[in-house]
């Protein structure tokens, strides 16, 4: 079956680590997307690919790396300088234009 | 980007009565789309509106574009507990593909 896998489902860090999400999808889409969610608070932006070797910042990009080695994956890094880690982190997929996203079923980090 | 405005925020109703959210932009929209996340879960997308003043429905649920293409609407007839979860709205503020979501309104269905 394709879809877009999340791993792991839930992540705890010591504050001042690095962590690495890890998304990978089989769907063939060429644009993916890492998205943030705090408690009861929508989505928002962190960074996004719409073609291999190639990304561009979102709304909070701040603290946080990615890489798009294979269309297929699009591992995001959280560094240390992301002051408030702790959130939901969802990535997503989906064709070029004007289509709907694919989300994968996220990664709770807790940074204690 | 510019955040597409999302009204309620909650909604608590009985169950079999009627829900609708609300979504308003300042700007025209080429399209938007409407994501429904259950508790815990992730959002799944349930449809997408392009042309001005469409109307779609998926069995109780009707989506709606507004004329100038700066707002719309889900409505769902008669809720049941399964419609439980935040619904977003979407807009692809930017260009290409890179959606900018609504706040979201939390639906809670009572018994």
């Known amino acids: 079956d394709g879809g877009i896998t999340q791993s792991p489902k839930y992540l705890f860090r010591k504050e001042g680590q690095n962590v690495t999400l890890s998304c990978e999808q089989n769907?063939?889409?060429?644009?993916m997307y890492w998205y943030r969610q705090d408690p009861g608070q929508g989505l928002r932006l962190i960074y996004y690919?719409?073609?291999?070797?190639?990304?561009q910042k979102g709304d909070i990009a701040e603290g946080y790396s990615v890489s798009r080695e294979k269309k297929e994956s699009f591992p995001l890094t959280v560094t240390s300088a992301q002051k408030n880690p702790t959130a939901f982190y969802l990535c997503?997929?989906?064709?070029?234009?004007?289509?709907?996203?694919?989300f994968g079923s996220g990664t709770r980090l807790t940074v204690v | 980007g510019q955040q597409v405005m999302q009204i309620p925020q909650y909604q608590h109703v009985q169950e079999g009565e009627d829900f609708t959210t609300y979504c308003n932009s300042s700007?025209?929209?080429?399209?938007i789309q409407w994501y429904k996340q259950r508790p815990g879960g992730h959002p799944v997308f349930l449809i997408q509106?392009?042309?001005?003043?469409e109307v779609k429905k998926q069995k109780r649920l009707t989506f709606q574009f507004g004329e100038a293409k700066k707002n719309s609407s889900l409505h769902i007839t008669a809720t049941q507990t399964t419609d439980v979860g935040t619904y977003f709205c979407?807009?692809?503020?930017?260009?290409?593909?890179?959606?900018?979501f609504g706040t979201g309104t939390q639906l809670k269905v009572e018994l």
């Open positions: 979407a807009d692809p503020t930017g260009g290409g593909n890179k959606l900018t």
């Open positions: 997503a997929s989906s064709l070029l234009s004007n289509y709907g996203y694919t």
């Open positions: 700007t025209t929209l080429s399209n």
């Open positions: 509106l392009v042309k001005s003043g």
């Open positions: 769907l063939n889409h060429d644009a």
């Open positions: 690919s719409q073609i291999v070797n190639d990304f």
